[in-house]
């Protein structure tokens, strides 16, 4: 809990902390997971047409937002990783995935998106708030500036929130 509010705040010496220590992956990995199951429930609950409650149609939706937040960690961490190495920093893969994944724990408001009216506006307010955590957090880990940051955060919040998951989650089920 307190990792996930440090890097929520934009705290950059949790990053460093994540990049050095191997044992805090879970907290990464539950950060990512929370955000998966949050935008789950946005996708069940959001929209006119509820999307079936009834046989295996009804975990779909999860299954699938799920997995689509977990592949966009993975591109995001590896498009950060590639970038800052060609600037000069040497983290690894491993780093690069426990850095990012903490700073995606505002990502667990999204379960605010599913309320009606505002809900969009919560949604896109929460992503650009996850795209400036985790360049922080890319920025902090690779010990770079922020408008170096700016680079690969920006790309890997575009692939994995914007292009995977406008093609995973959002197109398909506002179409139901």
Request: aromatic share 14%; proline share 5%.
């Amino acid at each position: 809990m307190e990792y996930g509010f440090r890097a929520a705040t934009l705290d950059p010496s949790i990053s460093i902390i994540f990049r050095s220590k191997a044992e805090l992956v879970l907290h990464s990995l539950g950060a990512v997971a929370a955000t998966g199951l949050s935008l789950a429930i946005w996708v069940q609950y959001s929209g006119n047409n509820p999307i079936p409650t009834e046989g295996i149609l009804s975990i779909y939706p999860v299954l699938v937002s799920f997995s689509t937040v977990m592949v966009g960690w993975m591109m995001w961490a590896f498009v950060a990783k590639a970038i800052c190495n060609m600037m000069g920093s040497e983290i690894d893969f491993r780093a690069s995935m426990r850095s990012i994944g903490i700073a995606y724990s505002p990502g667990i408001f999204l379960v605010f998106a599913s309320i009606p009216l505002i809900g969009s506006y919560l949604f896109l307010i929460i992503s650009i708030w996850l795209m400036v955590t985790v360049t922080r957090a890319i920025g902090s880990a690779n010990n770079v500036g922020f408008l170096k940051a700016l680079i690969p955060g920006f790309l890997g919040w575009l692939m994995s929130w914007i292009l995977l998951m406008g093609w995973m989650v959002i197109y398909p089920f506002a179409l139901v």
